[in-house]
């Protein structure tokens, strides 16, 4: 079993910055490859990025390539994502994800945190 916490949402400008944290628990965090989602009410859960287990490989959606970096740090068993230059569209509650399916953009991830609130006003 594996129990994913998500840090660090909350209230930002637009053009703003946040650091997301995402730590694991359980299994062995070097063992899987990580992954980030955002939703919001009414839409389907949306891939944002995602990182190989040994940290050298990453893959970002379009809407937030060159403004978005994920990271692990495998010592305190965490993953990040940093999130620059913010915009009112990336307003969503952000999800961490362990285990993924064959193709990392599908939701169907095995383990998932609770969600932690991003919001960017315009």
């Known amino acids: 079993q594996v129990k994913l916490v998500e840090s660090g949402g909350g209230l930002v400008q637009a053009g703003g910055s946040l650091r997301l944290s995402c730590a694991a628990s359980g299994r062995t965090f070097s063992t899987f490859d990580m992954g980030w989602f955002r939703q919001t009410p009414g839409k389907e859960r949306e891939f944002v990025a995602a990182i190989s287990r040994s940290g050298d490989y990453t893959l970002y959606a379009d809407s937030v390539k060159g403004r978005f970096t994920i990271s692990r740090d495998k010592a305190k068993n965490t993953v990040f994502l940093q999130m620059n230059s913010l915009k009112a569209e990336d307003t969503a509650e952000y999800l961490c994800?362990?285990?993924?399916?064959?193709?990392?953009?599908?939701?169907?991830?095995?383990?998932w945190g609770q969600g932690t609130q991003v919001t960017v006003s315009s």
């Open positions: 994800a362990a285990d993924p399916p064959l193709s990392w953009m599908l939701p169907g991830w095995h383990y």
